[in-house]
């Protein structure tokens, strides 16, 4: 069982933070092949993005579910799962900031141009001012749940090696 538990709890974190570590070179990929046509590139990386932040969110329900219960089975002292837990709620939390805050507020520049197409409007149009600035934001935001997502793996790396001590 306690193989079992630290297989899923593995595997949650691997997807999660798999995904969010190969999605910028998929976007890259996105966007150099459809060069051209930085508009249809933006919203089929827009479309991955809302699939990786719902990937992230069942991830982190499956991860504070295990680390949860993980002590009650002896994979860990009870102490040693509140930093990664607490790590995992914010990851959690800046996932559904991108997905409920950033994207929407994106959708809504995005619309405000001729034709959906950001591209079109002014460099200095508020729009698409807006628009670079909620990038930039939601790239920073997907920063941080990768950087979040490494430290949970030392944590939980440290709790299981923590709990065979003793």
């Known amino acids: 069982m306690k193989t079992l538990i630290r297989t899923l709890l593995m595997l949650a974190l691997i997807v ?3 995904a969010e570590i190969f999605f910028p ?3 890259a990929v996105t966007f150099t092949t459809l060069k051209p046509d930085t508009h249809v590139a933006g919203l089929i990386v827009g479309e991955l ?3 990786l932040h719902v990937a992230g969110m069942i ?3 499956v991860l504070l579910a295990l680390l949860a219960l993980a ?3 002896g994979i860990f002292k009870s102490r040693s799962v509140l930093a990664p837990m607490g790590l995992v709620l914010l990851m959690l939390a800046l996932t559904a900031y991108s997905q409920f805050g950033i994207i929407p507020a994106m959708e809504r520049d995005r619309q405000a141009a001729r034709g959906g197409v950001i591209d079109s409007l002014a ?3 508020p729009s ?3 628009f670079g600035l909620l990038h930039k934001r939601s790239v920073n935001v997907e920063g941080a749940v990768v950087v979040l997502g490494i430290a949970v793996v030392a944590l939980v790396a440290y709790g299981e090696s923590a709990a065979r001590r003793v």
């Open 49 to 51: 993005l809302r699939l």
């Open 16 to 18: 999660w933070l798999g």
């Open 59 to 61: 991830a982190g329900m």
């Open 25 to 27: 070179v998929v976007a």
């Open 123 to 125: 460099l200095d149009d």
């Open 128 to 130: 698409r001012v807006h």
């Open 71 to 73: 002590p009650a089975w």
